[in-house]
């Protein structure tokens, strides 16, 4: 869909789930129709197949590390890319039919990932309390609902989408826990820069060449190219061969990052390009502002040093 907005959204599902709030958050998807799918391999094949325009899925959390489907999912089939980035703060609410006291909760529907984050919370609160294992936060709360469970943990827009009273609010153990989501569309022109830009990458590197990890990170580091997350999947052809997923600062059309991709080109198996997009902002005041890049290594340097070279290569310099 090179130039043309997308209306037609796909965001792991069910609905009421953190991932369909933070597709919310996107502008264009306020505008637009948004589907939920059952997987993100669904969601990911919808927009492969044309069906969706963009998928919304999780990449990573910050307790929880990599979403190792989603990754897994990127790097093979079709190619698609990463045109955004959402981060949102996993606010978890207990939620249930009626405003009943907490004394009274026997059962609680949660997705295993949101009573972990809240174990400390029911421990010290809903000691007594079975903890039922359900597919989604959006499960829990429609379980919650309809009278399946006492009281369920589940995201704020889950509450509210299926009539919850908020019995308590910001439960999570860790009250700056954040999941990364990342819309995705079919390959074209990436979004232009803003000078604050991240750009993703899947790279096999070669198994039978001593510091082949060593000369990856070194196309980098020595173009000034800051390396913001490091994850190796397994490529499932062998024990022992990984594919490394590289986030990193820039953009695809900024000099200093557009040599690193040649020289991983060089010095790779393979690479796939997973996108250059703008950089999640947070509204708060002190948010952080780019980072420079080293003296020497800014796209003005390098226009310089090529200007340079292009004359001493013409004998206009000596």
């Known amino acids: 869909?090179?130039?043309?907005?997308?209306?037609?959204?796909?965001?792991?599902?069910?609905?009421?789930?953190?991932?369909?709030?933070?597709?919310?958050s996107v502008p264009a998807a306020e505008r637009g129709t948004c589907t939920p799918a059952r997987s993100v391999g669904?969601?990911?094949?919808s927009v492969r197949a044309g069906d969706a325009d963009a998928a919304l899925v999780p990449l990573e959390n910050s307790i929880g590390g990599a979403v190792?489907?989603?990754?897994?999912e990127m790097a093979e089939?079709?190619?698609?890319?990463?045109?955004?980035?959402?981060?949102?703060?996993?606010?978890?609410?207990l939620g249930a039919r009626h405003d009943i006291p907490l004394t009274s909760i026997r059962t609680v529907g949660a997705h295993p990932q949101a009573s972990t984050q809240c174990r400390g919370w029911l421990r010290n609160n809903l000691p007594d309390?079975?903890?039922?294992?359900?597919?989604s936060n959006g499960a829990a709360a429609a379980g919650a609902g309809a009278g399946d469970y006492d009281a369920a943990i589940c995201a704020p827009l889950g509450a509210t989408r299926h009539r919850l009273t908020r019995l308590a609010e910001k439960i999570a153990d860790h009250p700056d826990a954040v999941t990364r989501f990342v819309l995705v569309s079919r390959p074209g022109p990436p979004?232009?820069?803003?000078?604050?830009?991240?750009t993703s990458l899947a790279v096999y590197i070669a198994h039978d060449r001593v510091g082949a990890l060593l000369s990856v990170l070194m196309e980098l580091a020595v173009r000034g190219v800051n390396l913001t997350r490091i994850e190796s999947r397994p490529t499932g052809?062998?024990?022992?061969?990984?594919?490394?997923?590289?986030?990193?600062?820039g953009h695809v059309a900024d000099v200093r990052l557009g040599e690193a991709l040649q020289g991983l080109r060089r010095v790779c198996a393979d690479v796939r390009f997973l996108g250059s997009y703008p950089r999640h902002r947070w509204a708060e005041a002190g948010s952080a502002l780019?980072?420079?890049?080293?003296?020497?290594?800014?796209?003005?340097?390098?226009?310089?040093?090529?200007?340079?070279?292009?004359?001493?290569r013409t004998g206009e310099l000596t």
């Open 237 to 249: 052809e062998a024990l022992g061969r990984y594919v490394f997923f590289l986030d990193c600062t």
């Open 68 to 72: 190792g489907v989603t990754l897994d």
């Open 191 to 198: 979004p232009p820069s803003t000078g604050d830009d991240l």
């Open 1 to 24: 869909m090179p130039g043309t907005p997308p209306t037609r959204f796909v965001y792991l599902g069910p609905e009421g789930t953190f991932a369909e709030q933070a597709l919310r």
């Open 290 to 312: 780019p980072v420079p890049a080293p003296a020497g290594l800014s796209d003005a340097d390098y226009v310089d040093a090529a200007a340079w070279l292009a004359r001493l």
């Open 42 to 45: 669904e969601a990911l094949d």
């Open 77 to 93: 089939g079709d190619p698609l890319v990463i045109t955004r980035e959402v981060i949102l703060p996993v606010d978890f609410v």
């Open 129 to 135: 309390a079975v903890v039922v294992d359900v597919l």
